[in-house]
């Protein structure tokens, strides 16, 4: 081997299931012997990450390791994955086209919000959703404003603030939008809104431009009702006085190798 070569290190993240981690173990034995690197912990200078899994360990390996700037591609071993591409008996030839860079690389937008209390603000990032919900199933009553402008109060059950990629999860059972996820955008969803002489919520989705501020403050009488849950993980607040939703700067990276894959998908995931 060339010694003056440069590594060509690629992270292969797999979760749990007794598929993955056959597939895992191919995967490596194939990298391998195509001369590529693949540690053994997680290498934040690597080329490439591979997640093994559904959707799920999708978006549970984006966030372990923060939103990183290295691409990923999916290998799928769940149900339909909307983020991962590759079939487990398509790796050959996947390894073929990535050598031969045979691929499109995709921008993904993700969701920001920022989160203050009467004493301190905190910033999450979604890629799916952030939905904001009422503690025990209780009601929640919220004041929304898009741009500064009051849009209206709601109550109900919560709000689905989804990406566009998130478009195709929660957000799709709940009768939102699919929005394609080169558009830019954000969608608020309603989950169960009242809408009676005495509450008035919209009964839809709006789907906002990423770069407009979608603000939600709760009630103040409900300030300790509210529970954030950001793609599937539940997290609570004290207090919660605000949060903004945008779309952030940063994004992550996905490599498409089949350009017909959304609608494939789409189709055999829905219909
Ligand atoms: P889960 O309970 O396994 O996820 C529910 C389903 O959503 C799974 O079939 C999952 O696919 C699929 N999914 C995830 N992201 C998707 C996307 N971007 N487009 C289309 N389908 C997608 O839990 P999880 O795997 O940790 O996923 C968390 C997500 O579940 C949340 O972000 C939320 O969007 C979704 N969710 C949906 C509902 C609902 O539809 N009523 C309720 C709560 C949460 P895999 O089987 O490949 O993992
Ligand atoms: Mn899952």
New binding site residues.
Partial sequence: MNPTKKKRIINVISNNNPTSKKTFNLLIKKLKEKNFVVPEKYDSQAELNICI????????TVHKYNFPNVPFVGI?T???????EILPEHIDEFIDKYINKDYTVEEIYLVKANICTHTNCFELF????I?IKGIQSKVVHLEIFIDGNHLEKFCGDGIII?TP??????????GGGIIYPSLKTLQITPLSPISSRAYRSLPNSAIIPGDIPITIKPEYRYENSILI?V??FEIRYDDITEIDFIIPKKTIYKLNFDKNMYWNNLKS?FL
């Fill in positions: 899994g559904g959707d799920g360990a999708f978006l549970r799928n769940g149900h339909l994955g909307f983020f991962q979604g890629l799916n959703e939905v989804s990629v998130g478009s195709t999860a929660y957000n799709f059972s709940t849950v793609d599937g995931k």
